[in-house]
């Protein structure tokens, strides 16, 4: 049974410039989290993602917005790139209300 | 504000030695769940435990254990006889009732290394 799936492993984009990352939830979750990591630091909430629409958002500004697919998997964009992007982006899914996470290896993205 | 506190940065001690991890957080809330994350050079956030703020009882799994106590809001994990495999960044979380629970707040991580 696959985990949770994110794609690309590492990128590296140029300030300015759009990203996109993205991720495959567990297999029976219908429910998908993003979380940024900075270098040394925890893991920060972005957003969530539940039936195809942003259910709750963290402290974010607006350069960052998802999208999530009919069959669950999820989107990460990130406009305008700041070098202050850089960090591990982490994908996790759960069945709503379960508060049972499942995390991905992550997307590790470095902005020059 | 939700806050969690992991004050120590970076732990090593020898192989076979008892470690304790120790996590500290801030709430307003009265219902909430408090989690240990352990996160291997691969990245991935793996799943350790889930605690409800209204369980107190310790729990034990097989070297790892958890010490819960509201009274000083702390939720510290000790693992027993350290494996070379234990080194990695432990991370405890707190989840935030204002967002149905779905929102995490985590520390800053510990990093233990183990010293064969």
């Known amino acids: 049974d696959a985990g949770v799936t994110q794609s690309p492993t590492h990128l590296i984009k140029t300030r300015g410039q759009q990203v996109t990352l993205r991720c495959s939830p567990k297999?029976?979750?219908?429910?998908v989290s993003w979380y940024q990591q900075a270098l040394g630091q925890g893991p920060q909430f972005i957003f969530q993602?539940?039936?195809?629409?942003?259910?709750q958002r963290g402290n974010f500004p607006d350069r960052f917005s998802g999208h999530q697919f009919p069959n669950y998997s999820s989107e990460l964009n990130v406009n305008a790139l700041l070098l202050g992007d850089s960090a591990l982006y982490l994908c996790?899914?759960?069945?709503?209300?379960?508060?049972?996470?499942?995390f991905g290896s992550g997307t590790r993205l470095t902005v020059v | 504000a939700q806050k969690v506190t992991q004050a120590q940065t970076e732990i090593s001690v020898v192989e076979k030695e008892d470690v304790t991890l120790d996590c500290v957080y801030e709430?307003?809330?009265?219902?909430?769940?408090l989690f240990w994350y352990k996160q291997p050079p691969s990245g991935e956030l793996v799943f350790l435990i889930r605690?409800?703020?209204?369980?107190?009882q310790n729990e034990i799994s097989g070297r790892y254990s958890w010490n819960f106590q509201k009274s000083t809001s702390s939720f510290n994990f000790t693992i027993t006889a350290s494996q070379v495999v234990d080194s990695a960044v432990y991370f405890c979380?707190?989840?935030?009732?204002?967002?149905?629970?779905?929102?995490?707040?985590f520390g800053t991580g510990t990093r233990l290394t183990i010293i064969p």
């Open positions: 993602y539940y039936e195809e629409e942003e259910r």
């Open positions: 709430t307003r809330d009265t219902t909430y769940y």
């Open positions: 979380a707190l989840s935030d009732p204002n967002f149905g629970n779905e929102k995490l707040t």
């Open positions: 996790a899914s759960s069945l709503v209300q379960n508060y049972g996470y499942t």
């Open positions: 297999s029976g979750h219908d429910t």
């Open positions: 605690r409800n703020s209204f369980d107190e």
